[in-house]
Structure formats: structure tokens, C-alpha cells
């Protein structure tokens, strides 16, 4: 499976009309079982049955609707790509709950972040980060930034783990190299 995009769009729209009886009725279970073996109709009714708790959930918590549909999104992005991971015992939406809640808690890390730089030093950085090559770019911005462990990372990225770590350790000595000037209050123009 490719855990980069999978090929099943996830829409929170509402669906059309006409869900057949067996698929309103087949417990979560049943649909991660289907999900598991590639049935990408079974994911849509997992989608089906959890969006509007769950997008109620993080409207209530983000206090933003939008923002709330875009965690839900990511949140059954991540379902998916994780399915194969997801063990069968009788809690389906608690695990989705959690995902959410985590990725809740991500954003607001990040968030904080970013708030904690100056707008200056946010475009500094950006500056940087978009100077250092991808393959030492990538790893380091979904483990700095995302938050990704380095398992995730390595499977995202479609490497070893070691790779990942030797990656983010040269991109980090790169971006420290780039943003010397700026920590030394030079930025680059001549007296």
C-alpha cells in the first residue's frame, strides 16, 4: 500500500442517498476487516458512520470548523494508512478518537512553534529550509515540524530508519550552517 497517498479519496461531504442496507449495517469491525483486504468502499462507510462525531468532536476543540474538517480528514488518512496496523478489538472509535485527539495535540505543538519565532525568523527559517536539499529537507520537517517518529518517517519516506536518522542529523548541521549568520546578527549585507 502506498502509505504517501492512498487512491481513496476522502470526502466529508455529504453522501448520496441510497447506501445499501448491508453496508449501513456492518459493524466497525466488519468494515476494518474489508478496509484491511483493500475494500476502499468499506472505508467510505467507516468515513460514513464517524465524520460527523468526529468533526463535531474537534469543532468543539478547535473551536474552528474548518480546522475541525481538516484534523477529521487527516485523521481518517492516517486510519487508512495505519489499517493494516489496527487490531480488532471492539474499538474502532475510541482508536479513531485518539488518532484525532493526537493529531489535535500535534497542531497545537506546532502551532506553538511557530508562534514562538518571530515573523522574521519564521521566513528566515523557511528561507533555509527550502535551501537544503529535499532528501535532507523532507525527514527533517516531518520530524522538527510534523512530528512524525522516525518509524513513520522511515515508512513515509520509503527508507531505513537509519537513513532517516543520518538524514535529519546532516539536514540539521546544513540548516544550523545556513542560519548561522542570522543567530550572529548578520545577515548577510556589507558595512
Known sequence: MDVGSPSVGIELASPAMGVAADRVAASDAALMSRVQSGDQEAFGDLIERHKDGLVNYLTKMTR???????????????????????????????????????????????????????????????????????????????????????????????????????????GRAELRTLLEPYWKGHTGETA
Not at 145 to 155: A, M
Request: aromatic fraction near 8%.
Open 64 to 170: 474552528d470548523r474548518d480546522k475541525a474538517e481538516e484534523l477529521a480528514q487527516d485523521a481518517f488518512l492516517r486510519l487508512y494508512q495505519k489499517s493494516s496496523y489496527y487490531k480488532e478489538q471492539g474499538h474502532l472509535l475510541p482508536y479513531l478518537m485518539r488518532i484525532t485527539t493526537n493529531l489535535l495535540r500535534s497542531e497545537q505543538r506546532r502551532a506553538a512553534r511557530w508562534r514562538l519565532l518571530g515573523r522574521e525568523a519564521t521566513e528566515v527559517v523557511e528561507e533555509a529550509l527550502a535551501e537544503l536539499p529535499l532528501r535532507y529537507r523532507a525527514p527533517l520537517v516531518l520530524r522538527e515540524i510534523e512530528g512524525l517518529s522516525y518509524r513513520e518517517i522511515s515508512v513515509a519516506l520509503e527508507c531505513r530508519e537509519g537513513t532517516v536518522k543520518s538524514r535529519i542529523s546532516r
